[in-house]
């Protein structure tokens, strides 16, 4: 997931959004002692920015509010490692980069593509996962065949607005045909709908939607763009960075990464579906398209 946005146009909107309530999380309990071997935090408490809106990274339960998602898991799972307690606080994405680069958060964990501009402003733990960009169709779709097709001919392309899918989006076909919604789901929904004709989507998420709606999405031949690590961020100079690369080092050897992919990112289908969750930062469950 995968953003590009400069931190002079969203300071004001992070200061304001970063005084959301915290969402639901896990009952609270007293972290253990660091794994042996690695940093000792000390009980330290770690404030994280999150979206709560992006399946299957973070997201609110309806049925039961219950905090899930990927970046609940991992983060957990470091902070036991390391003898920290997270504090998850509720931001919209567009405002979370500008927020954790003026230091209102110790970090942020939303699916971020680790991107050299990106780093001028923010420092990135080390990648935890690759992703693939794709586009998905409508399932009964013949007007293209593959990306190069799509990319030639003169369709519109949903995507969420503010990520690097928007921008290798505008990359592919120009600002004119990309139509921006505020999350992944309302964009995909749009291509359902006839209101677009291809979403460009990360492969472990764009699996996932089609999986859920077989009947009615594929995933398009081709990749828009390949192998794009994803990471955790931080103000510039966070002495956090260290003891988390650590923890996600001691993780990718013993295995534990590669459970939380296979939980999280299960092939061919998506663990739960956008109508089951609330509407996280956005407090709006119909997002507007932007132009």
Do not use: H
């Not at 007007?143 to 690097?164: H, S, Y």
């Amino acid at each position: 997931m995968n953003r590009l946005r400069t931190i002079e146009l969203f300071i004001a909107a992070a200061i304001a959004l970063s005084a959301c309530a915290a969402p639901p999380a896990a009952p609270a309990t007293q972290p253990p002692a660091a794994t042996s071997g690695l940093p000792d935090l000390g009980g330290r408490e770690i404030v994280i920015a999150i979206e709560n809106a992006y399946i299957p990274f973070n997201y609110i339960r309806l049925d039961n509010g219950k905090a899930e998602g990927w970046d609940y898991d991992a983060i957990a799972e470091i902070c036991k490692r390391l003898n920290c307690k997270p504090v998850f606080r509720e931001i919209a994405w567009d405002g979370m980069i500008a927020a954790v680069a003026a230091g209102q958060f110790d970090m942020a964990a939303d699916g971020i593509t680790i991107t050299e501009e990106r780093k001028q402003s923010v420092d990135f733990s080390d990648g935890y996962i690759k992703v693939d960009q794709r586009l998905v169709v409508r399932v009964d779709e013949t007007r293209f065949k593959n990306v190069e097709e799509f990319k030639n001919g003169n369709f519109k392309l949903a995507t969420q607005k503010g990520t690097t899918n928007y921008a290798e989006g505008v990359k592919l076909v120009g600002e004119a045909r990309v139509i921006a919604f505020d999350d992944f789901g309302s964009a995909v929904q749009a291509v359902i709908s006839q209101d677009a004709d291809a979403a460009i989507i990360d492969d472990v998420a764009g699996q996932g939607y089609v999986g859920v709606n077989a009947d009615k999405l594929k995933l398009l031949d081709g990749i828009v763009s390949e192998g794009q690590e994803l990471g955790f961020i931080f103000p510039k100079g966070s002495d956090l960075v260290g003891p988390i690369n650590a923890a996600l080092k001691a993780m990718r050897e013993d295995g534990t990464l590669q459970r939380l992919q296979d939980k999280w990112f299960p092939k061919g289908r998506q663990v739960i579906e956008y109508d089951q969750i609330g509407p996280g930062a956005y407090g709006d469950p119909t997002p507007t398209p932007q132009p």
